[in-house]
């Protein structure tokens, strides 16, 4: 099956040990977020019409970054409420 959450289960009744299970999961969710990106682009192309070979670069660019920038972000967030998640649980 090449669908991840298929793959998933499969692995769990297998027994493959959980950190493979996460990079299966991590590379699904990167798969999902070019594809996106990609969609995205794609949209902004059919949008504007004929557009120059610059104008396809900067688009793609500003795209791929503002990904990168979002998930990073997202990321930073994340990291700061584990650690004052796991932080407020080992005081009490």
Do not use: C, W
């Not at 027994?15 to 798969?31: A, C, M, P, Q």
């Not at 688009?59 to 990073?72: E, H, N």
Request: aromatic content about 10%; overall charge positive; hydrophobic content about 55%.
């Amino acid at each position: 099956p090449t669908d991840p959450v298929s793959v998933i289960h499969a692995f769990k009744n297998l027994g493959v040990v959980k950190r493979f299970r996460l990079i299966i999961s991590g590379e699904s969710l990167f798969n999902d977020g070019v594809a996106i990106t990609l969609y995205s682009i794609l949209v902004i192309f059919i949008s504007l019409g004929s557009i120059t070979a610059l104008q396809a670069s900067i688009i793609i660019i500003k795209s791929v970054l503002g990904v990168f920038y979002l998930a990073l972000s997202l990321d930073i967030q994340l990291t700061y409420f584990s650690v004052g998640l796991m932080t407020s649980l080992l005081r009490s």
